[in-house]
């Protein structure tokens, strides 16, 4: 399924099963602003032990990350089925390398806000987002077993747009992104020290991270005081041919953190 922002159309990052690794192709090397730059990480050791795959019922895989003992944040679009039907969420693994992983546990409980769904335009070639809903294009989960008990988990940006662009900025604008994409087949992948471009008024920012299917919903990293914390996470990419147009797109912290806490807080 493609999901795109009305006017650059811009993609989602999520694939359906099944998923093979392949040599990069020209359009995704241009999507990668010309070179690859990510690594192989983890899955053991902070923070990547606290960063998994998350597949719906549908058999939609993306990128989440654990936010407290038994919740994980991922984008909103990951649980729209092909035809715009919600699509529920399945199960969460960690530690996962290959065909291997450490943990799988079911997933109870799912909040996709409405604005988003209500706001969604589906058309025969894919679910387009109008940036009117775009700053909604987040979701939580709620786990059956509470694994960031063993697993740990991270902290999420508390401040506001102002405070996380003046943080950006000390950073130079460099920040992590870590995700699971359909090329690396399993293993994770990070591109360190990506830059992050325009924050927009609705909480969404702009990054050169390199990113393919697979890594809606992972999270953008950076180290605030001492602290690995979750500034954003990633939503969507241009096409090929619009990668001269703008550059990926992910949705900053400060557009879900007051949402979230309820969440976690909420049975």
Known sequence: MKLRLLGLALVSCLISLPSFAHKLTHEELTLFFGKDNRVPVGPQGMPWQTIGRLQTVGGLQCTATLVAPNVAITAGHCFVGAHGQLDPGQDFTLGLNGDKFSKRVAISKVWVSRRLLNGLIHRRDGVYVPESVAGYDFA???????LGNGAGYLPVFSGSRADLVSTLAKNGKRMIHVGYPEDAQGVMMAHKNCLATEMHS???LGHRCDTLPGDSGSPMLASINGKTTIIAIQSSAPNARDRYRADNM???????????QRFILSK
């Open 140 to 146: 939580f989960i709620r786990l059956a077993e509470p």
């Open 202 to 204: 609705d909480g969404r």
């Open 250 to 260: 992910s949705l900053s912290a400060p557009a879900f953190y007051t949402a979230l």
